[in-house]
């Protein structure tokens, strides 16, 4: 074999696995193909006259001292020509390997048959060179020259990709990436596993390589194990570095106005929900337990109903309190319309009623008249009996400090736990 004219020559990745255990073999077969391939390309559509004036403008005696005949020898004679190939074999010879190589590929996958490597006639002639044991000026092991293949299918066309040590370790072994090595069969793997490369191994590759300028390579990341590999065959080092910087960047500032134009879409769709949401994230200070009970109780339909609950949550501010006619007696249709405003004003946070401020309370507002319904508060008998169990009743509603005659809004539940305990009027005597 002698150097080509050309400076690529072409093959699919998948036939670096043709021969795993014999590195001679599978260069020898990955010349032939290229061979053929190239004969496609350049001749595949002439014809035998115009195939002949073109063997007689180069020369062309044949390879291997076979003289060609028809018109895939022209054509196999031609495309050896072109590479500067020839071998012992002749033509013979290549187009065995070509129907070898072809039927090989029929059983891979179709990812690994149809990407192709294009390797420089130099570094196949290195690598060739170098397993002989002849001399050249950079010696190009059987490792490296699979490393280049990966790295160039990988690439392609793109100029600069990203390979991990993982792609690269499924490529070197004939397949087109990880998930094509995933759907190998096991025995197929089996027999691949003289190519198989370990991670040290691949790391160590690539670095001598890149040492010895076959490509550029960056490395992006701030992590030893979470670093991206990128690789270029046509950039310098800072090139493929503000090439890779350059392209994050965009896309972070994409992605970033993607999320800004959805957020802005949401607002002004929605801006109550919006707010709704803003709001409960705000902590909201817990009530005292009295207030809590206040608050809750079933006899009081409106929160202006209860001064006492407006006293003790709005402890500075002056309340006016409009108390709807039909809250003070619901039953009684003779009972006249009345609006009563009342303003209750506190200076302290000390909420404790004297027995005279309750009186005058009591004055403000009379008892309701009396009709069948129950009374909403204690006649002057009932206050006398039931006097005895206001503070163990005050305890339970967290009303400890507040007088029973204060507390006329919970005389009627007071009362019904008074009969709950049975007393009696005989009992209270």
């Not at 209750?344 to 009186?359: G, K, L, M, Y």
């Amino acid at each position: 074999m002698s150097e080509g004219k050309k400076q690529f020559f072409s093959f699919p990745i998948g036939l670096l696995a043709i021969y795993p255990d014999r590195p001679t073999a599978t260069l020898s077969t990955i010349i032939d193909y290229a061979i053929g391939h190239y004969a496609e390309r350049a001749y595949g559509d002439w014809d035998l006259e115009a195939l002949k004036e073109q063997g007689a403008v180069c020369g062309l005696d044949g390879i291997g001292g076979r003289k060609p005949v028809s018109a895939g020898d022209y054509r196999i004679a031609l495309a050896a020509n072109s590479l500067g190939v020839n071998t012992p074999g002749g033509i013979k010879g290549v187009a065995i390997g070509i129907a070898t190589a072809t039927n090989f590929l029929a059983g891979v996958s179709a990812p690994a048959r149809n990407n192709m490597v294009q390797l420089r006639t130099r570094w196949l002639w290195d690598c060739w060179q170098t397993i002989q044991g002849e001399g050249v000026e950079r010696s190009l092991s059987w490792r490296e020259l699979r490393v280049l293949a990966a790295l160039l299918s990988k690439v392609g066309a793109k100029g600069w990709a990203k390979c991990g040590w993982q792609e690269v370790s499924a490529r070197v072994m004939g397949c087109c990436g990880k998930n094509d090595l995933r759907t190998l069969p096991d025995t197929h793997r089996t027999a691949r596993e003289p190519l198989a490369l370990t991670r040290s191994q691949i790391r160590t590759t690539i670095d001598r390589l890149e040492l010895d300028h076959f490509f550029a390579c960056y490395k992006h990341g701030w992590s030893d194990r979470k670093r991206e590999t990128w690789i270029s065959f046509s950039m310098s080092r800072s090139e493929l570095r503000d090439k890779v910087i350059g392209t994050k960047l965009r896309r972070s500032e994409q992605r970033q106005a993607l999320r800004d134009e959805d957020t802005a879409a949401v607002q002004a769709k929605s801006p109550s929900d919006s707010q709704a949401f803003a709001n409960t994230n705000r902590e909201t200070p817990e009530k005292p337990p009295f207030i809590a009970n206040i608050n809750s109780s079933p006899e009081i339909d409106h929160p202006v109903a209860n001064p006492l609950a407006n006293v003790v949550a709005n402890p500075v501010a002056n309340v006016v309190a409009n108390i709807n006619k039909n809250n003070l007696n619901k039953n009684d249709s003779n009972t006249n319309d009345a609006n009563i405003e009342q303003l209750v004003s506190s200076d302290s946070r000390d909420f404790s009623d004297s027995e005279e401020e309750c009186r005058e309370t009591a004055e403000e507002h009379p008892e309701p008249p009396a009709s069948n319904a129950e009374p909403e508060r204690l006649t002057e008998a009932e206050r006398q009996r039931y006097a005895p169990y206001w503070p163990d009743y005050a305890k339970t509603i967290g009303a400890e400090d507040f007088p029973l005659e204060g507390c006329w809004t919970r005389h009627r539940e007071f009362r019904r736990y008074c009969a709950g305990r049975g007393v009696s009027e005989e009992e209270s005597r």
